[in-house]
């Protein structure tokens, strides 16, 4: 079982930066994603990343201001979160042990989840 962490959620205004990280307790697969929760929303995939090369997929809403990136000696993916927008407000999880499917974005296909890390922007 792979044990995921976050760290990195605060509260910031409108176009401020914040960075996720999120440290895995061992190899977690070769895709790794973050996903979030909007306040009384379903759960969104906000980008995932695979493989050695580092293939990004990033969610309409966050291209161009979010950066997924990936650290393998450590085991920890990361999320630059730049230009912050108060619908960015959500709980941000970790997610890995993608099973493959036709859509990145379904939270069903990820065996293992992080606890959250908590992201308010205030305009």
């Known amino acids: 079982r792979v044990q995921l962490v976050e760290s990195g959620g605060a509260s910031v205004q409108s176009g401020g930066s914040l960075r996720l990280s999120c440290a895995a307790s061992?190899?977690?697969?070769?895709?790794m994603a973050w996903f979030r929760q909007p306040p009384g929303k379903e759960r969104e995939g906000v980008a995932l990343?695979?493989?050695?090369?580092?293939?990004?997929y990033y969610a309409d809403s966050v291209k161009d201001r979010f950066t997924i990136s990936r650290d393998n000696t450590r085991n920890t993916v990361y999320l630059q979160m730049n230009n912050l927008k108060s619908e960015d407000t959500a709980l941000y999880y970790c997610?890995?042990?993608?099973?493959?499917?036709?859509?990145?974005?379904?939270?069903?296909?990820?065996?293992?989840w992080g606890q959250g890390t908590r992201v308010t922007v205030s305009s």
């Open positions: 997610a890995a042990g993608f099973r493959g499917g036709s859509s990145w974005s379904d939270h069903s296909l990820y065996n293992y």
């Open positions: 061992r190899y977690a697969g070769s895709c």
């Open positions: 990343i695979c493989g050695i090369s580092g293939t990004t």
